[in-house]
Nanobody, 120 residues
Framework: QVQLVESGGGLVQAGGSLRLSCAASGSFFSINAMGWYRQAPGKQRELAARITSGGTTDYADSVKGRFTISRDNAKNTVYLQMNSLKPEDTAVYSC??????????????WGKGTLVTVSS
């Protein structure tokens, strides 16, 4: 079993910054890609940013140039630095990890999410 625990959400004014962290723990062989998804009130969940184990990144167009995803493979942790935040960034941000289990199965795990609120 793998657990993902997010931290770093909160309330910030427009133009401000927040840094989210997500740490994976448990028993597994390796972690492939990790990502941050977000779901705003009344909207579907969408990918915000994703990073592979090799460091290749992918961003939603709406966050390019403002958000930076990174990871520390030794700590099994992924980060999301969010700058120049806008009210439309308000959402629950959830961490996602594509894990290879000790039996070499690929499974996807999710964190519980952390709320980011950007006030205007």
């Amino acid at each position: 079993q793998v657990q993902l625990v997010e931290s770093g959400g909160g309330l910030v004014q427009a133009g401000g910054s927040l840094r989210l962290s997500c740490a994976a723990s448990g028993s597994f062989f390796s972690i492939n890609a990790m990502g941050w998804y977000r779901q705003a009130p009344g909207k579907q969940r969408e990918l915000a940013a994703r990073i592979t184990s090799g460091g290749t990144t992918d961003y939603a167009d709406s966050v390019k140039g403002r958000f930076t995803i990174s990871r520390d493979n030794a700590k099994n942790t992924v980060y999301l630095q969010m700058n120049s935040l806008k009210p439309e960034d308000t959402a629950v941000y959830s961490c996602n990890a594509e894990v290879v289990t000790r039996d070499y199965y690929r499974m996807t795990y999710w964190g519980k999410g952390t709320l980011v609120t950007v006030s205007s």
